[in-house]
């Protein structure tokens, strides 16, 4: 159990383009999601936290217009990159956490997802 | 949120029981320590999770010491596909943020 879902697994998209990325809690529910990023030999960095039903919870640092963030059911929460930019290539994980069960509050990670933006 | 320090790296072979240690000397009385492992282009996959003395699961064992100011991570005969980034959190209850520090990376080589 507890397995999140990203898609797409990996995107290539033209500078100025907006791309959107679907995180989804296979077999639990979840009211609060992470988007967290990655650079290649570099940790993750916690980009947001999504609450379900209410606005995100942005980091220091992270541009909120350019990272819209959408959780609109208990499985599902969106990252739109608008109008990206080389810099924005990256690797991009959500994580979950179930609501109920033995395993609530551990947060399970999604498998990521590769922006290459030209 | 408690800082963890872990090593950098750390090399071992095939067969053999690696111990990983990671330090959280302020981690508070309601946090967690979870345990993560990444391979490349992959998200973190969960590990295991303690409070305070042993905890043991069919991958790893985690020791806690009384004091909990430290961890640490033990995997049972390593083999090849064991190496990746392997990750120290704390956390607080309720569905908390995670930060993610350096990391170790393990390699296990034939």
């Known amino acids: 159990g507890a397995v999140v879902s990203q898609h797409p697994s990996w995107v290539i998209c033209k500078s100025g383009t907006s791309v959107k990325i679907e995180c989804r809690s296979l077999?639990?529910?979840?009211?609060?999601m992470f988007w967290y990023r990655q650079f290649p030999k570099q940790s993750l960095m916690l980009m947001a936290t999504s609450n379900e039903g209410s606005k995100a919870t942005y980091e220091q640092g992270v541009e909120k217009d350019k990272f819209l963030i959408n959780h609109a059911s208990l499985t599902l929460s969106t990252l739109t990159v608008t109008s990206a930019h080389p810099e924005d290539s990256s690797f991009y994980i959500c994580?979950?956490?179930?609501?109920?069960?033995?395993?609530?509050?551990?947060?399970?990670f999604g498998p990521g997802t590769r922006l290459l933006v030209l | 949120l408690a800082k963890t320090t872990q090593p950098i790296s750390m090399d071992s072979y095939e067969g053999q029981e690696v111990n990983i240690t990671c330090s959280h000397n302020?981690?508070?009385?309601?946090?967690?320590i979870t345990w993560y492992q990444q391979f490349p282009s992959q998200g973190p996959r969960f590990i295991i999770q303690?409070?305070?003395t042993k905890v043991t699961n069919e991958v790893a064992s985690l020791f806690i010491p009384a004091d909990r100011k430290s961890s640490t991570l033990s995997l049972p005969r390593v083999s090849l596909s064991d190496t990746a980034v392997y990750y120290c959190l704390v956390r607080g209850t309720g569905f908390q943020k995670l930060v993610f520090g350096t990391g170790t990376r393990l390699l296990v080589s034939p």
């Open positions: 994580s979950a956490s179930p609501v109920t069960g033995d395993d609530q509050e551990t947060q399970y």
């Open positions: 303690g409070y305070k």
């Open positions: 302020n981690i508070a009385t309601n946090d967690y």
């Open positions: 077999d639990f529910q979840a009211t609060t």
